[in-house]
Structures are given as structure tokens and as C-alpha cells.
């Protein structure tokens, strides 16, 4: 059988092959200047008395090459024979090329990615690994994507590095930074003769060239595809990428980018994912192009449009988009514009992290975004306001009160001298300052505060706006506190019943209200009430935010208390021990609601006479609470006479 391959990249390459082919069968009339070399070909192949053969066509993955360009007025599709004793093979990058030339005369075969075992195969045919590698070994090619070419140029270079570089230093330097992937990538080190010279390339430049023929060929496709490469890898939601695009014309512009496998679609056409290499391929091609800068802009202004608020409504939003603002704000710049929306989308993506209970994380977005704020608005502008708040916010629920009342005085004092003290913003600030000095056991001065911004509200925002209701069940909370429990109950009452009306039963902050209601009815010794309320709270919660939330764990900790003051043992000492679990976890040791569980604890035991165990807790407990809110704190005084009072019964 007679087997030729030929590099069709182009006419002129097309053209060669054929040549060479008619050099080696020694066809007449090759050298004749107006022969058709092309029809010579054709004709010696579909004759059938010249037996079988096959054509290899590689690198087709321009169609236009067959469809466009003429030799004698045909195109030179018309060239390639179809005859019953003959193949031809096609390999493109392109899967519409590859069907347009196939068409009802065969099947495309898609050629899926390496799996594990064939692609470490090939890894050792290279490098030679012992069983004690081979965990370097697969994390190397899982990093590679399990990407052939890849792989091979990855084993040259430590090959020709062999007395320094091993697979293990290779994957170091591999996942150090991106520079360091294009540079190992990149290198002259591999060279296979096989292959035709022209296509000879490193990884990273096999990739830019089919991206240049889109480029050339297709720029809405080649604008999409810059973008996409902005983002994360996966799961990026095609609604963030089509902006104002017609649906038509992004059809038109991703299915060039499916055809070359720039990119796949994933999750019921949805999103798309792109492979890491052509990601980094596409990023060091738009700096050489000095193009990168605008892409960095074009992928915040998307992002900062679509990424929500935060609130528990976008929580779905907020997950899917959280992996691409990450990746978007790594990207290095100094436009103004940019740094402006990045700290805009951080700061509601660090509300978000906040309400879901991730505080360290949140913590660490907020920050970033009023370092931002404060150098591209200033100290005082009404958005690096809005972060301080953020940041006050998050630092109280990690239990560092002192630092967040500075950020809540902060914020308030800024507020009412640029928005007034009637500004919605302002009054929120006034709330924010109330819940921390409750948290301090500064009970007064934060009815006080609550009062304020309760009357703020009715008078700004209405009796049932959900601020106003919120701000109804902060002040009830630090009534609750000093023991006004009838007037507690009616705000923890009127605050569920709105927040049921206006919002839903199962939201967030109606969970809230219906917890704090079963604590003010738990005070007031109306205990199966309490315990419905505590039960609600707990499945809604679980529900809602999962079973770790820090507000899950703290119904927990409701049940269990109420559940002991019925004397039911038992079932109190599992809740609290589930809660002390999660909050060691979640929150760690030290922090106050940690503590509260610990305290918990210790008097349950305390009650059913188990003396030491309850001595214990009760001492972990208060050297936690003297160390983070302070001697003098109502909660480290209530916990140390409790202490004192296990000793003495004890008679220790």
C-alpha cells in the first residue's frame, strides 16, 4: 500500500505534496510547466489498477485552503481523490474544517485527552521514574493537562537537565507562576524530526498559532476567546461573557472557539472551560501584543457588572462567580478605573464570604478593597465608607471587638459629616456601632445607639423596610440583655412577624428573628415555646446555610440550652458537644462564641453534679473570656462565679 502525508496548512504547502508525490511515483508530464500537477496526482490515484492507498492531510485546520483557493478555476478539494480503494485521513484542530471536508463520505473521530495511565506511559518512555516517583510523575501530568506535546516537552527538558532537574523539581518550578510555565513551555530543548519543520513549535507557540489564524479570520471569536482567558479556567457562565452580545452573535463567536477546542461547554451548555494551557498561551500572546492591559479592563467591567450585592437572593450568583473575581484581580495594573471596580466586586464578594460565614476569607477581601478605596477615593468618600462598615463587620463576628468598634466610630463619624445623620448609610453605621458595644457588654450606651437608629429608620425608610425591622431586633437583643424581657419580647415579635411579611419564613434574617425570640421566651421560663422557636431556627438554618454556619451552630447551642433547662440531659449535652465541634472548627479556640460553648458545657455538667469536667470547661472558659473580652465583661463575671460556685459545692 502506497501512504503519503502531506502538511496542508496552507496552498502552498498542499501544492508541495503533491509535487513530492509525483517526484517519488515518477509520473510523466510532472516537469511539464503546464501540466496540472495537481489533476497528474489525482488521476494516478483514483486508477484502480495502481492499488490501495492512503493520504494523510495534517494540520487542516484552515478549510478555506480547500474551498477558496482555485488551481485552473476549481477548488482544490476537487483534487483529492474518492475512490473506493483509496483514504484519505484528515487531522485538524478544527472540528468544522474537519467535518466540511469529510461530509457524507466518513466520521470526524475525536481525539479526547490522554488518560492517566497512557499519559505517565509516555512520561517514562522519556524519563524514567521509580514507584517512588510516581506520585511526582502524576501530579506533573495533571498539571499538564495530560496533554501529549506537552508531556513530551516537559520530559525533554528535564532529560537534557537530568544531573539537576528531576520530575519533582520540574513540578516545583511548574506551579511557582505563570512566567514560569510559559518559560518551561517555551524552551528550544525538544526537537522531533519526524515532524514537519514548520510545525516544530513548543507548546505555548502551537497553541498561538491557531489562535492567529483566528485572529486574522474571525475577530468577534478571537475577542471572545481574550476575554474568556481573563477569568478562571472553569465554569465560566456564558452570561458573563456575552455581556450585550446577541444570542445570535455569540453563538457565532464561541462556535469557532468549539470547533478549535479553545475551549468545551460544560453544565448543560451553561459555561465553558478552557484548557489551563491555551489559558496561559493566550495571556502571553496578549502581552506580546500589548493587548493585555485592555482585556485585564474588559474582564472587570464584566465581572463588576454582574457580580450582585451579596445578599442571600444572589448567593447562587455570588458562588459561581467568586473562582473568576479571584482570578481577575491577580491580573497586575495601575488604571484607576480598574482598581475601582475590583474593589467595588471585593468588597460584595467579601459581604457575601461574611454572611456565609467565611470570616477569614472575608476578612481578607475587605481589607484589600479599602486598601484600594482609600487610595484611589480617599479616607472619606462614601465607598471607602461602605468598606469600613464591611470591614468592621467581619472583624466583629471574628471576635475582635476592639478593632471593630475603631472601624464602626470610624465609619459612623465619616458618614454623618459627608452623608448627614440622617443618611440611610449613616443610620447603619450607628446600628453596626450598637451591635459591637453590645458584644463588649456596654449595654447602655448600645440601647442607646439602637434607639437612634430605630427612630432614624421609621422616619428615613418606613416601619417596614427591612432595615428598620432589623434594627427593631438589634434593639431588642440588648434589651434581652438587661433583663427587659417583655419589652424585648414584643420587638422580637414585631421584627419576626414583618420580616415574615416582607421578606420569607425561611430567609436569613426571619431565622434570625425567630431565634432570637426563642432566647427572650427561654429567659422568660416559657420553655416549650422556646424550644419550637430554637427547633425552627435550627432546620431553617441547616437548610439555608448548612451544617456548619456559624448561626447553625449557634441554634444548636440555643437547643441545647433549653433543652437542659427542662432536664433533658442527654439530648442538651449532645447539641452542645456538636457545637463545640463546629465552633473549634469554624471559628477557632479562642473565639467568644467558641467560649460560650465551652461555658455551656461546663454547666451542664455543672447541674448534674459532674464537678471536675464542669471545673475544667468553667476554667478554659474564663481564661478565654478574660484574655478576649476582658475581666470586667458581664459574660467572664457571670462564668467565673458560676465557677466558684461548682468549687464550693464540690468543697474544693
Not at 471572545?224 to 452570561?239: C, T, V
Not at 471574628?398 to 440611610?424: C, F, I, N, T
Not at 475544667?616 to 481564661?623: D, F, K, T
Request: charge should be negative; aromatic fraction near 6%; hydrophobic fraction near 40%.
Amino acid at each position: 500500500m502506497l501512504v503519503v502525508w502531506i502538511h496542508a496548512s496552507n496552498s502552498s504547502r498542499l501544492w508541495q505534496g503533491y509535487r513530492n508525490i509525483a517526484d517519488k511515483l515518477l509520473l510523466p508530464k510532472r516537469k511539464d510547466p503546464k501540466a496540472n500537477l495537481l489533476q497528474l496526482v489525482h488521476d494516478w490515484l483514483s486508477n484502480r489498477r495502481n492499488g490501495q492507498w492512503l493520504m494523510i492531510l495534517d494540520n487542516v485546520d484552515d478549510d478555506g485552503v480547500f474551498f477558496s483557493d482555485e488551481q485552473d478555476g476549481r477548488p482544490l478539494e476537487s483534487f483529492l481523490p474518492q475512490t473506493a480503494h483509496g483514504t484519505i485521513l484528515i487531522t485538524s484542530r478544527n472540528k468544522t474544517a474537519a467535518t466540511n471536508l469529510v461530509g457524507g463520505h466518513g466520521g470526524v473521530i475525536e481525539v479526547e485527552p490522554m488518560g492517566e495511565k497512557d499519559a505517565l506511559a509516555l512520561l517514562r518512555t522519556r524519563v524514567p521514574f521509580s514507584e517512588s516517583g510516581r506520585a511526582d510523575a502524576k501530579a506533573l501530568v495533571h498539571a499538564l493537562e495530560r496533554i501529549p506535546l506537552a508531556i513530551t516537552h516537559a520530559a525533554a527538558y528535564i532529560k537534557t537537565r537530568e544531573a539537576t532537574t528531576t520530575i519533582a523539581g520540574y513540578l516545583k518550578l511548574f506551579r511557582e507562576s505563570e512566567t514560569n510555565q510559559v518559560h518551561l513551555l517555551s524552551g528550544k530543548e525538544w526537537k522531533d524530526i519526524r515532524r514537519d519543520h514548520s510545525i516544530r513549535h513548543a507548546v505555548i507557540a502551537t497553541w498561538q498559532i491557531s489562535f492567529e489564524h483566528i485572529w486574522k479570520t474571525q475577530r468577534p471569536a478571537a475577542d471572545l476567546l481574550a476575554l474568556m482567558s481573563m477569568f478562571d479556567k472553569q465554569g465560566i457562565p456564558r452570561w458573563l461573557v456575552q455581556g450585550a452580545t446577541s444570542e445570535l452573535e455569540f453563538e457565532d463567536a464561541l462556535a469557532p472557539l468549539l470547533s478549535f477546542c479553545f475551549v468545551k461547554a460544560e453544565v448543560s451548555q451553561q459555561a465553558v472551560a478552557m484548557h489551563r494551557l491555551v489559558q496561559l498561551s493566550m495571556r502571553r500572546w496578549l502581552e506580546a501584543e500589548k493587548e493585555l492591559g485592555k482585556w485585564v479592563k474588559e474582564s472587570m467591567q464584566a465581572l463588576s457588572t454582574a457580580f450582585p450585592s451579596g445578599a442571600y437572593e444572589t448567593w447562587e450568583e455570588c458562588q459561581a462567580l467568586l473562582p473568576h473575581l479571584k482570578e481577575v484581580a491577580s491580573h497586575a495594573t495601575e488604571d484607576k478605573e480598574v482598581l475601582g471596580m475590583r474593589a467595588t466586586s471585593t468588597l460584595r464578594a467579601g459581604w457575601y464570604l461574611l454572611l456565609k460565614g467565611e470570616y477569614t476569607v472575608a476578612e481578607g477581601l475587605c481589607r484589600s478593597s479599602l486598601n484600594i478605596l482609600e487610595t484611589v477615593l480617599g479616607r472619606e468618600h462614601p465607598d471607602t465608607l461602605v468598606s469600613v462598615s464591611h470591614l468592621g463587620l467581619v472583624l466583629e463576628s471574628q471576635g475582635k471587638y476592639e478593632e471593630a468598634e475603631a472601624m464602626h466610630r470610624r465609619d459612623l463619624e465619616g458618614s454623618e459629616k459627608v452623608l448627614g445623620r440622617e443618611h440611610p448609610d449613616t443610620l447603619a453605621s450607628v446600628s453596626n456601632l450598637g451591635l459591637v458595644l453590645k458584644r463588649q457588654g456596654k449595654y447602655e450606651e448600645a440601647e442607646a445607639i439602637h434607639r437612634r437608629a430605630l427612630e432614624g429608620y421609621k422616619k428615613v425608610l418606613g416601619r417596614e423596610h427591612p432595615d428598620t425591622l432589623a434594627s427593631v431586633s438589634n434593639l431588642g437583643s440588648v434589651l434581652e440583655s438587661q433583663g427587659k424581657y417583655e419589652e424585648a419580647e414584643a420587638m422580637h415579635q414585631r421584627a419576626l412577624e414583618g420580616r415574615e411579611k416582607v421578606l420569607r419564613r425561611e430567609h436569613p434574617d426571619t431565622l434570625i428573628s425567630v431565634s432570637r425570640l426563642g432566647s427572650v421566651l427561654e429567659s422568660q421560663g416559657k420553655y416549650k415555646e422556646a424550644e419550637a422557636m430554637h427547633q425552627r431556627a435550627l432546620e431553617g438554618r441547616e437548610k439555608v446555610l448548612g451544617r456548619e454556619h456559624p448561626d447553625t451552630l449557634a441554634s444548636v447551642s440555643n437547643l441545647g440550652s433549653v433543652l437542659e433547662r427542662q432536664g433533658k440531659y442527654e439530648e442538651a449535652e449532645a447539641m452542645h458537644q456538636r457545637d463545640l465541634e463546629g465552633s473549634e472548627k469554624v471559628l477557632g479556640r479562642e473565639h467568644p462564641d467558641t467560649l460560650t460553648s465551652v461555658y455551656n458545657l461546663a454547666f451542664l455538667f455543672h447541674q448534674q453534679q459532674h464537678y471536675p469536667t464542669a471545673l475544667g470547661l468553667y476554667q478554659r472558659a474564663h481564661a478565654g473570656y478574660a484574655k478576649v473580652l476582658g475581666v470586667q465583661h458581664p459574660t467572664t463575671v457571670a462564668c467565673l462565679k458560676d465557677y466558684e460556685s461548682a468549687r464550693k459545692q464540690e468543697g474544693v
